[in-house]
């Protein structure tokens, strides 16, 4: 997956790409998600939502594989099968104080 605009910005702080994962997607847009993003910004009206982000604090006492699951868990929980979804769990090496 590509960091573009802001989320460059997360690479050059510190963060990591850990994992990337997507579902729910039309057949068009499976193989590449950023092309359903695009879309949705392009064909969104005026002033709809086309997506929605949010960020989850995960706990450092678990390994980065059980971090990811417990994202993909949480996906699961939030979105199941009813919307399209793209997530990259990020880590961070800063302790942040």
Known sequence: ??????????LERGEKLKATDAGNMPA???????????AADRHER????????????????LTPDDRVALV???????IGDRHA??????ETEKILR
């Open 1 to 10: 997956m590509a960091r573009e605009g802001k989320d460059a910005a997360r």
């Open 28 to 38: 068009w847009a499976a193989a590449e998600p950023a092309l359903f993003r695009q």
């Open 46 to 61: 005026a002033n709809g939502t086309a997506y929605r982000e949010f960020e989850l604090a995960l706990p450092r006492e």
């Open 72 to 78: 993909r868990d949480r996906v699961r929980q939030e």
């Open 85 to 90: 979804y793209q997530g990259s769990p990020h």
